[in-house]
């Protein structure tokens, strides 16, 4: 059983960093599971005290002495503790005899956290995400929902409800294999919920929104990772409070040393982020990070999730490692090519569009204003990723019910390859690879083949001759129509 022990307690009244982590080590380490409710509930105040209007004043030097934290008193903790237990028990006669959750017990739950929401307010905010927000002021995102839900659950002593999550999304897992799925949150805007209902069986099962059904299932441990996870450090749209940022990015050390992050790559590209941002002494590089997500991401997943391409391409892209950033994309590119594009997939569409239409042509600019020395324009390696990015995104429009391209990708895309001189392009072999893997197309096979050429072993692309291989053969040429003309002008 879970729960706020006195070990926990005496911790308190907490007024540093350290001791929050101290907390965070105890649950985390404790015999019985972490105690969700608590921690979502420290880590939420601490956040909201530091992120809040009245805490504006912008801190210009960092704390130096070690209590970096406005005091967090016990008292303040086990009102919001008590009242979201209570909350739970009241509402859910659960009946503790069956071990297991049933559909009707999770939707109830579900419903217990959405009833008691504020009716209309802005729901991609900032720092919605915690108890505290919830219990504080009636007010969840999306993820925030299905976090209270396994909270909730975890109250009732329902230890088979996990969270799962995609990319872009969350639901939940429950039941004796734990097989059971269901939705118990919204996505995106001017969408229907469908709370209740099990995990996407139509053509929903082909959206980017489901990762081919390979989401991240939390365990406990995991499920403290994701709200460490989603803790906002931002102050405005221009700065971050330098203690919520230090606090996430050592409490992400702290689950990333007990293992807790080896399943989950959003978690490591997160810590990636804050590392390159503020290197740790003694630890692994940001670098390593965002190829260990992606190393997670193939050896868990099946290489089906996007973001561990994006995060590392945006790193190389940030300094200016142009030649690694165009393979990171084309390998993100690799993976959206086997989805359906469908409209709940607007994030990593816009994902795709700026790297497309911002980030690209911005490199060529840079390169093509010939203070380059070692130009990408004169690598045939780039030009082969370049084609592979594109021609991922043509692949992922076709068979889609929802278009993806439209002339506003066309121009950027025609100045990028035309950046590229003959001889250079000529260097490029492209491959028909007919291997029957390569030959499942993505629309009817219940199968998703990924022909990356990865290495799993040691974590890279092989360094093979710059050839660009691609399973779409329906009129026998590698690539999508749309890209041949271009590669044949
Ligand atoms: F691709 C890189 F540029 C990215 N940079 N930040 C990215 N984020 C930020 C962190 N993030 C996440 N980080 C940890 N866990 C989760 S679970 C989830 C889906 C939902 F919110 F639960 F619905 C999102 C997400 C979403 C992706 S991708």
């Avoid at 030649?323 to 989805?339: G, K």
């Avoid at 592979?388 to 993806?404: K, L, M, N």
Wanted: hydrophobic share 35%.
């Amino acid at each position: 059983m879970a729960g706020f022990r006195d070990i926990d307690k005496a911790l308190f009244p907490i007024k540093s960093i350290n001791t929050v982590v101290q907390l965070f080590r105890n649950q985390l380490e404790s015999p019985s599971v972490p105690d969700l409710a608590l921690l979502s509930i420290v880590s939420g105040v601490i956040e909201n005290s530091l992120t809040s209007r009245s805490n504006t004043a912008l801190q210009v030097c960092e704390p130096v002495e070690q209590n970096n934290l406005p005091v967090l008193e016990l008292k303040t903790v086990e009102i919001l503790y008590n009242k979201f237990r209570s909350i739970m028990l009241n509402a859910v006669e659960a009946n503790k005899s069956k071990g297991f959750a049933t559909r009707e017990l999770v939707k109830k739950v579900s419903d217990v956290i959405w009833n008691s929401l504020t009716r209309s307010y802005y729901k991609d905010r900032a720092h919605l995400q915690s108890l505290y927000s919830f219990l504080s002021g009636n007010k969840l995102d999306c993820f925030g929902v299905a976090f209270a839900v396994v909270a909730g659950c975890q109250c009732l002593g329902f230890n088979d409800v996990h969270l799962a999550l995609s990319e872009d999304h969350a639901w939940v897992i429950f039941g004796e294999n734990g097989t059971e799925t269901a939705e118990v949150t919204w996505h995106g805007k001017g969408n229907e919920d469908k709370r209740g209902q099990e995990i996407g069986k139509g053509v929903s099962a082909r959206s980017w929104l489901y990762v081919n059904n390979k989401p991240v299932v939390c365990t406990r441990h995991m499920e403290v990772a994701a709200l460490v996870s989603a803790i906002n450090p931002s102050l405005n749209s221009t700065h971050d409070a330098y203690e919520v940022a230090l606090l996430q990015q050592e409490l992400l050390w702290l689950l990333y040393d007990l293992g807790h992050l080896k399943k989950y790559p959003m978690a490591i590209g997160n810590l990636g982020d804050l590392e390159e941002i503020s290197a740790t002494e003694g630890k692994v590089p940001c670098k390593v990070l965002f190829e260990e997500a992606v190393f997670s991401a193939r050896n868990y997943y099946s290489n089906q999730h996007v973001y561990p391409y994006t995060y590392q391409g945006g790193y190389f892209y940030r300094n200016k490692m142009y030649e690694e950033a165009f393979e990171s994309w084309a390998n993100a590119s690799n993976v959206i090519r086997m989805y359906n594009y469908s409209r709940d997939d607007e994030e990593i569409y816009k994902e795709f569009l700026e790297i497309a239409n911002e980030l690209i042509p911005h490199i060529m600019k840079i390169e093509s204003s010939g203070f380059s020395a070692n130009t990408i324009l004169k690598k045939p390696k780039c030009f082969a990723d370049l084609l592979r990015f594109y021609d991922g995104i043509c692949q992922w429009e076709e068979g889609s019910a929802t278009p993806v391209l439209h002339i506003g990708w066309a121009k950027p895309l025609v100045l990028t390859i035309s950046r590229f001189d003959a001889d250079v392009r000529a260097q490029v072999n492209i491959v028909c690879d007919k291997s029957e893997e390569n030959m499942l197309m993505k629309k009817n096979g219940t199968y998703f083949n990924n022909n990356n050429n990865y290495d799993k072993e040691n974590g890279t692309t092989s360094n093979e001759s710059p050839s660009v291989k691609n399973s779409n053969d329906k009129d026998n040429s590698p690539f999508h129509p749309s890209i041949e003309a271009l590669t044949a002008a």
